[in-house]
């Protein structure tokens, strides 16, 4: 199975948190429950997911300090400017997940690095570390700016999807942790990378992203949460019928 930094589709939640947190001691991690696929989950919490980030010092603002930010903030948005949310050398994940409480695994996760400074990457280099990993990619595309994208997309039987195949567009994964996910039965594993050159020198990676989707394993795994989920209820309401018809006493009239 294909992973990222170890974390790979299929793989526990209690797995998965604990690979993410070796990978770097200073990663913190906390459920998502902002974000998911919607389901009906008959009253269950479902796990659906997990960020990994750098754990940041508490530091004790005032208020005119925290409106003094905000006001930085709105300024920042009104002008487009670009804004670093990471800082050199962090890393920050998602992790996303899905299964009936307590079993829920792995459907996609997607790791974002920006590299410290004095250890500069080059964007060739990455690439090749990438191939040397992954492959010969099924699409490389060159986004402008500098920018690569590179992807290793395979049918669900494990087959590599070619230029020819009518899925070579469909079957598209999402490298960064903050896009979402899109699953369907027509698609295998999908490993997509995103680098980002520095302004200054396009040949030098800013960011680094990486991801790696189950797509029709992940379909799979929400219809049968889903099902799962119905028949627990079902069984829960003709549990409740049957204990009350043992003991109900019967109305007063």
């Known amino acids: ?15 998965a948190t604990a690979t993410v947190m070796c990978s ?24 659906q997911g997990f960020n ?23 300024m920042a948005r009104g002008m487009n400017a670009r804004r670093e949310d990471l800082q050199p050398g962090e890393v920050k994940w998602f992790v996303g997940t899905m299964g009936v409480p307590g ?6 996760a997607a790791r974002k690095e920006r590299p410290a400074d004095g250890q500069d990457m080059t964007v060739q280099a990455v690439e090749k570390a990438l191939i040397g990993k992954y492959g010969e990619p099924t699409q490389r595309q060159d986004a402008g700016d500098g920018r690569l994208l590179v992807t ?7 087959r590599r999807i070619g230029e020819t195949s009518p899925l070579y567009r469909k079957c598209m994964g999402a490298a960064d942790p903050d896009a979402g996910v899109n699953l369907t039965p027509d698609c295998g594993i999908v490993v997509s990378a995103d680098l980002r050159p520095k302004r200054d020198n396009k040949a030098l990676v800013e960011y680094m992203m990486v991801g790696v989707v189950d797509m029709g394993g992940g379909y799979k795994r ?21 204990r009350a018809s043992k003991n109900a006493k019967g109305p007063t009239l």
Not at 24 to 47: H, M, T
Request: no cysteine; charged share 25%; net charge negative.
């Open 52 to 74: 990994a980030t750098i754990a940041k010092p508490q530091v004790e603002r005032t208020g005119r300090q925290i409106m003094a930010e905000m006001q930085r903030d709105a």
């Open 24 to 47: 770097n001691p200073l990663l913190v991690v906390s459920p998502e429950n902002g974000r998911g696929f919607s389901i009906q989950s008959y009253g269950q919490k479902i796990r």
């Open 222 to 242: 929400i219809a049968a949460t889903e099902q799962a989920l119905r028949q627990a209820d079902q069984q829960r309401r003709a549990g409740e019928v049957e």
């Open 152 to 158: 290793w997309a395979y049918d669900p039987l494990g």
């Open 1 to 15: 199975m294909v992973d990222v930094v170890g974390v790979q589709p299929g793989m526990s939640w209690d797995d």
């Open 103 to 108: 079993d829920e695994r792995v459907l996609s």
